[in-house]
């Protein structure tokens, strides 16, 4: 289900329409949660099938990465664990928030950054090449190449942070339900 963190590096970024405050008035918001220094993740929701608990980045020579550079290949490592059945078949819908102070108001906090839709009904499975997702124990290998999002990625300003909100559903074949499996946030910061 993280896999589609990579994905969520490409994401549009949108300018303000709000009038532009004086110099005087502007709040450097920094980097909550550590994220300076690694991803902060956590799970959104409680009692779901797959549970995330632990999430690194590399660069494709197998050293650590942070933060991401969207514009590079980077592999995705993802232990997670699936408390059900096996899952052939998910989409996935990404949110994504970057911290800032908001209309001016010397409060930081999580703002929206508009995608109109373009990061829901994701197919999780053609993305990440991981399917199927087993029941028990995973340790997922993403390796993972956004150039081809490379106009997206450009608008995403550089060393600040970011929060990706990535929920999974299950559309195996003969389930209509398609009801949400994982629920995950990564905060990170994107060089």
Known sequence: MLHILGFAFFLVATVSTAPLA?????????????TDKQIHS????QGEQF???DIETLDVKGNPLYPIDPRQPFILNLT?????EQIDDNKVNVKIFQYKN????????WVEVPSFGLL???DGCQF??????TSGPLFLVLPLDLSQFSAIINLLAAYKPYELQIRLFNYNK????HEEIACVVAQVELS
């Not at 004086?22 to 550590?34: A, K, Q, S, Y």
């Not at 003969?174 to 339900?177: S, V, Y």
């Open 128 to 133: 990440a090449h991981n399917c199927p997702l």
């Open 22 to 34: 004086p110099v005087e008035n502007l709040m450097d918001c920094g980097f909550p949660n550590g």
């Open 42 to 45: 956590y799970m959104c929701a």
């Open 174 to 177: 003969g389930n209509t339900k």
């Open 102 to 109: 908001q209309f001016n108001t010397n409060t930081c906090t």
């Open 120 to 122: 829901n009904g994701i």
């Open 80 to 84: 997670t664990y699936n408390h059900g």
């Open 51 to 53: 549970t995330i608990t």
